[in-house]
């Protein structure tokens, strides 16, 4: 095929086209309030982004390589190879793996692109805290200026290190009585 005539079919197949969608009431007044909230700019908008996010996110995409959820490869390991893997660096290697980590994480981006927030920002932590979470990071909480993850994926210096990056805020390892629980204080 020539290069015209296929960039003739991708403009065809993006084209808009118009259909009709069946929701529950509160499904229609929570996207209703997002456009409010001026998170999507209209229903349509955040229909279609839903859909794109359903696609590019779901474990539908399996290849002979694994899983791909949009552009990373999700990889199903046991804690104890993670474990493993980190027990072959010093503390401080640990650290500075965090620290690269951290200043390089799409958490960040989504926090500033999707929600408009910045993730440096002290009363966003919650936010990037459940955003974490969600990813399996462990169970975030925030206690005055004391960070609790329960059972983390990371050991403590490499969570140290990735959040001094993301967050941009200096943090120490705060003694715990058992490895199921990393506490870090803000300084």
Same mark, same amino acid.
């Given at each position: 095929?020539?290069?015209?005539?296929?960039e003739q079919l991708g403009e065809e197949e993006d084209k808009k086209r118009i259909i009709s969608v069946t929701m529950s009431q509160s499904l229609v007044s929570k996207i209703d309030g997002l456009v409010q909230e001026r998170i999507g700019r209209s229903r349509a908008q955040l229909i279609e982004d839903a859909v794109r996010w359903f696609i590019d996110l779901t474990v539908y995409k399996w290849s002979e390589r694994g899983i791909?959820?949009?552009s990373s490869r999700v990889v199903l390991?046991?804690?104890? &190879?993670s474990s493993l893997f980190f027990s072959?660096? =010093?503390p401080a290697d640990q650290?500075?793996?965090g620290i690269t980590a951290g200043a390089q994480t799409p958490v960040a981006d989504v926090v500033r692109l999707f929600y408009g927030k910045d993730p440096q920002?002290?009363?966003n932590f919650p936010l990037v805290f459940r955003l974490l979470q969600d990813q399996g990071w462990g169970a975030f909480s925030l206690r005055d200026r004391l960070i609790v993850i329960g059972s983390p994926f990371y050991p403590a210096p490499f969570m140290r290190g990735y959040l001094e990056s993301? &967050?941009?805020k200096k943090l120490e390892i705060v003694a =715990?009585?058992?490895k199921d629980t990393v506490a870090l204080r803000i300084l």
């Amino acid at each position: 095929m020539a290069g015209k005539e296929q960039e003739q079919l991708g403009e065809e197949e993006d084209k808009k086209r118009i259909i009709s969608v069946t929701m529950s009431q509160s499904l229609v007044s929570k996207i209703d309030g997002l456009v409010q909230e001026r998170i999507g700019r209209s229903r349509a908008q955040l229909i279609e982004d839903a859909v794109r996010w359903f696609i590019d996110l779901t474990v539908y995409k399996w290849s002979e390589r694994g899983i791909y959820v949009d552009s990373s490869r999700v990889v199903l390991e046991s804690e104890t &190879l993670s474990s493993l893997f980190f027990s072959k660096l =010093t503390p401080a290697d640990q650290y500075e793996l965090g620290i690269t980590a951290g200043a390089q994480t799409p958490v960040a981006d989504v926090v500033r692109l999707f929600y408009g927030k910045d993730p440096q920002d002290p009363k966003n932590f919650p936010l990037v805290f459940r955003l974490l979470q969600d990813q399996g990071w462990g169970a975030f909480s925030l206690r005055d200026r004391l960070i609790v993850i329960g059972s983390p994926f990371y050991p403590a210096p490499f969570m140290r290190g990735y959040l001094e990056s993301l &967050l941009k805020k200096k943090l120490e390892i705060v003694a =715990t009585s058992t490895k199921d629980t990393v506490a870090l204080r803000i300084l």
